[in-house]
T-cell receptor, first 112, second 117 residues
């Protein structure tokens, strides 16, 4: 079964503090994992993907296949990071199609 | 701007009615997927269309159907609406390569809020 679990629905930290949003997955094949973000009154947009191994807006995420995790981290939170964050994996369908399987999301609030 | 527009933004329907939601993708985006996002949940995959044919389907009944047109627009149709169909419906498009896998970017529209009463 393809499943993504985000154990925290709400996460609140102070500005300047480190942030870690947890994501665990279940997938029998070799997963492709993503973090999507939705800022207030904006559409869902890609934040980063594990194959790129890049840092976007100071966020990084490392795929840990042993722990089946893809936690999102930022060393120093900023107020503009307040948003809804979704972890997702790309799961295979027949005929080569791909679908995204999303977690329930974590609402991150950065307090001044 | 991602170039993915959806209409209408909000609508209210009565149980048992039918609804059509529309999506207009960027030129060249010949793969479109639809997702249902219930309140407090992550988006759930409904189905995907590639070059005007259904290319994969999630765990949704046949009363959820779709169409994709040559002009990069698409529709989601839901028949015999139920109260549990109340949700945000998202359209997502991508280019031909890998049909939306990690190799390319998937662009989401702002969604259509459907309320069934």
């Amino acid at each position: 079964a393809q499943r993504v679990t985000q154990p925290e629905k709400l996460l609140s930290v102070f500005k300047g503090a480190p942030v870690e949003l947890k994501c665990n997955y279940s997938y029998s094949g070799s997963p492709e994992l993503f973090w999507y973000v939705q800022y207030s009154r904006q559409r869902l947009q890609l934040l980063l993907r594990h194959i790129s191994r890049e840092s976007i807006k100071g966020f990084t995420a490392d795929l840990n296949k042993g722990e089946t995790s893809f936690h999102l981290k930022k060393p120093f939170a900023q107020e503009e990071d307040s948003a809804m964050y979704y972890c997702a994996l790309s799961g295979s369908l027949i005929q080569g199609a791909q679908k995204l399987v999303f977690g329930q999301g974590t609402r991150l609030t950065i307090n001044p | 701007e991602t170039g993915v527009t959806q209409s209408p933004t909000h609508l209210i329907k009565t149980r048992g009615q039918q609804v059509t939601l529309r999506c207009s993708s960027q030129s060249g985006h010949n793969t479109v997927s639809w997702y249902q996002q219930a309140l407090g949940q992550g988006p759930q995959f409904i189905f995907q269309y590639y070059r005007e044919e259904e290319n994969g389907r999630g765990n949704f009944p046949p009363r959820f159907s779709g169409l994709q047109f040559p002009n990069y627009s698409s529709e989601l149709n839901v028949n015999a609406l139920e109260l549990d169909d109340s949700a945000l419906y998202l359209c997502a498009s991508s280019t031909d390569r890998d049909r939306g896998s990690g190799g390319n970017t998937i662009y989401f529209g702002e969604g259509s809020w459907l309320t069934v009463v």
